[in-house]
C-alpha cells in the first residue's frame, strides 16, 4: 500500500539554481516551524521560532550543530494564513547554489523530504485556499512570454475564470433543484409554463458560454503569441525586415533574388505582446527545385498564421507574383509594408490600398522606419489596444475550452429536449452533466491522475 504523504512537511529551494543575490528555502507542512527552529538561532537570546508570532521576519544563523552554514531571514507564516494553507517557513540566505543546497539538505536532515513538481500549489488547491484554474494560472504567470499574458494570467489567479464558472454553476443547480423539487411536491410548485422561463434562461446562459469559448482563440494569441507569417516577392526586404524586427543580423540578406529558401522561425516581443514570426522563401514562379519547396512551404505557413505581413517593393512594379500573394492575404488579418521608401517609389499607398483592402504602411527595412506604427497596428488589430483583464475573461487554457464546450454541447440538448417536448426529469440529465464539466475547471469532482498531471508540469518549489 502506498503511503499517503499529504501530511508530510516538504522543502524545496523555491528560486532559480543559479548564482544571485538572494536564495529561497520554502518549508511547508505540520513540521516546518519545529523543524526551522532546530536550525535557526535568532539574533535575541533565548529566542525560540515555535512561539514567535506569524508573519514576521526574524535575522539570525542557519546552523548544522556546531556548524553556521549562513546568515539569513526567516519569514514565518503559520497556517491557514499562508501560500499552502499549512504552516510555511521561508528561509531567505545568500544566492549561491552550493549554499542553498547545504541548506536544504539540513531542513531534509531534521525531519522535512523534498517537495515533488508543483506540490506547494497542489497543497494550496488541497486545502481549498485556490481552486483547480487559479492553480494552473500560478503556472502561466511563471511560463508568461509577453504583458498580456502576465496580465491574463494575474486576473485568473484573481480568480477571473472561477467567479464566472460558480456564477454559470448557481445558476445550473438552482433550474436542477427547482425541477425535481417541483417533480417530488407538485402539489405546491408547478412546472406549468416553466419550459418556455427555462428556455429563456439556458438562452442567458449559453450566450454567456459560446462567448467564453470563442474566447479562447483570443486567449491562444495572448499565451502562445500570434502567429505571424512574413510573405512578398523575392528581393522585396522580408529578411531585412526580421532583422529589424529581432534586433540582430538573423536572416541572410543579399542583393540576390531567392536567397531564403527555407522558413525561419523565431520568436519576437513588441510593445508587451508575443510574435512567433516566420520568415518565408520569396513567392515566383520558379524552375528551381529547391526554391519551389520553399514557396510551397510559405504558402503552407500562410495558411496557418494568425498574422500576415505582406512585404511590397515600392521601387518595383507590381506584377503577376503579388497578385498571387494579395489572393492569399485576402480574407485573412494582414498588413501591408510598402518598402524601401528610402528609393524612389514606383508604388503609392493609395494604390495598395486599393488592391489588398488592408492597412497599408509606408517603411524602410534599411534605416528602421516606420516599424513603431507597424508595431502599433499589430496591437490593434488583436486587442483592439488594449484588453482591460478586470473586467473580460479570457480562456487561455485548452482543459478549461474543452470543458466549456461539452458544458455547451449539454446545455444545447436540454434546449432540444424542450423543443421535443421531453419530460422535466430528462432535462435535469444534461443540467447536472452540464454542472459537471464546468465543475471540472475549479477542480471540484477531477479525477487524481489529471491533478497530478497538471502538477507535475510545475517547477520544484512552486
Do not use: W
Not at 519545529?34 to 514576521?56: E, M, Q
Request: proline share 2%.
Amino acid at each position: 500500500m502506498l503511503k499517503d504523504r499529504s501530511s508530510d512537511t516538504i522543502a524545496a529551494i523555491a528560486t532559480a539554481m543559479s548564482s544571485s543575490g538572494i536564495g529561497i528555502i520554502r518549508v511547508s507542512g505540520d513540521q516546518a516551524v519545529s523543524i526551522v527552529s532546530r536550525i535557526f538561532a535568532g539574533k535575541k537570546a533565548n529566542f525560540d521560532l515555535n512561539t514567535a508570532p506569524s508573519h514576521r521576519i526574524y535575522y539570525g544563523m542557519i546552523h548544522d550543530g556546531d556548524e553556521m552554514l549562513d546568515e539569513v531571514l526567516v519569514m514565518l507564516m503559520r497556517g491557514p494564513h499562508s501560500y499552502t494553507a499549512e504552516d510555511t517557513v521561508e528561509i531567505d540566505c545568500h544566492g549561491g547554489v552550493l549554499v542553498m543546497k547545504k541548506i536544504l539538505e539540513t531542513v531534509i536532515k531534521y525531519g522535512a523530504r523534498p517537495a515533488e513538481p508543483g506540490e506547494f500549489t497542489k497543497r494550496a488547491f488541497l486545502n481549498g485556499r485556490i481552486d483547480l484554474s487559479q492553480a494552473e494560472a500560478v503556472i502561466d504567470v511563471i511560463n508568461a512570454q509577453n504583458d498580456y499574458a502576465v496580465k491574463s494570467s494575474v486576473s485568473q489567479l484573481k480568480g477571473s475564470v472561477s467567479k464566472k464558472v460558480k456564477d454559470l454553476r448557481k445558476r445550473i443547480l438552482y433550474q436542477i433543484a427547482f425541477i425535481e423539487s417541483a417533480l417530488d411536491d407538485p402539489e405546491h410548485i408547478s412546472l406549468d409554463g416553466y419550459e418556455a422561463e427555462l428556455s429563456g434562461k439556458l438562452d442567458d446562459m449559453t450566450g454567456e458560454m459560446e462567448r467564453l469559448v470563442r474566447s479562447a482563440d483570443s486567449g491562444r494569441v495572448v499565451s502562445e503569441g500570434i502567429r505571424t507569417v512574413i510573405l512578398g516577392k523575392p528581393n522585396a526586404g522580408k529578411s531585412s525586415l526580421m532583422n529589424v524586427l529581432l534586433g540582430e543580423e538573423r536572416a541572410i540578406v543579399t542583393d540576390i533574388a531567392g536567397t531564403t529558401r527555407d522558413t525561419l522561425e523565431e520568436h519576437i516581443r513588441m510593445h508587451g505582446i508575443s510574435l512567433n514570426i516566420i520568415d518565408t522563401a520569396g513567392i515566383r514562379e520558379t524552375d528551381d527545385v529547391v526554391e519551389q519547396i520553399g514557396v510551397n512551404r510559405a504558402k503552407v505557413a500562410a495558411d496557418e498564421a494568425d498574422l500576415i505581413i505582406y512585404v511590397v517593393d515600392g521601387s518595383r512594379e507590381l506584377d503577376e507574383n503579388d497578385a498571387q500573394i494579395m489572393d492569399l492575404i485576402r480574407d485573412r488579418k494582414a498588413v501591408v509594408l510598402l518598402n524601401k521608401t528610402d528609393l524612389e517609389t514606383v508604388i503609392s499607398e493609395e494604390l495598395l490600398q486599393e488592391k489588398t483592402g488592408k492597412t497599408v504602411i509606408s517603411i524602410s527595412a534599411k534605416e528602421e522606419t516606420g516599424i513603431d506604427k507597424l508595431e502599433k497596428t499589430i496591437q490593434n488589430l488583436f486587442y483592439e489596444g488594449s484588453i482591460d483583464f478586470n473586467d473580460e475573461v479570457l480562456i487561455t487554457n485548452v482543459r478549461h475550452k474543452t470543458a466549456l464546450q461539452n458544458a455547451l454541447n449539454s446545455l444545447y440538448m436540454v434546449k432540444q429536449s424542450i423543443e421535443n417536448q421531453m419530460p422535466e426529469d430528462f432535462l435535469t440529465i444534461d443540467l447536472m452533466d452540464a454542472y459537471e464539466q464546468l465543475g471540472t475547471i475549479i477542480g471540484e469532482a477531477v479525477e487524481d491522475d489529471l491533478v497530478n498531471e497538471i502538477f507535475g508540469k510545475f517547477c520544484m518549489g512552486k
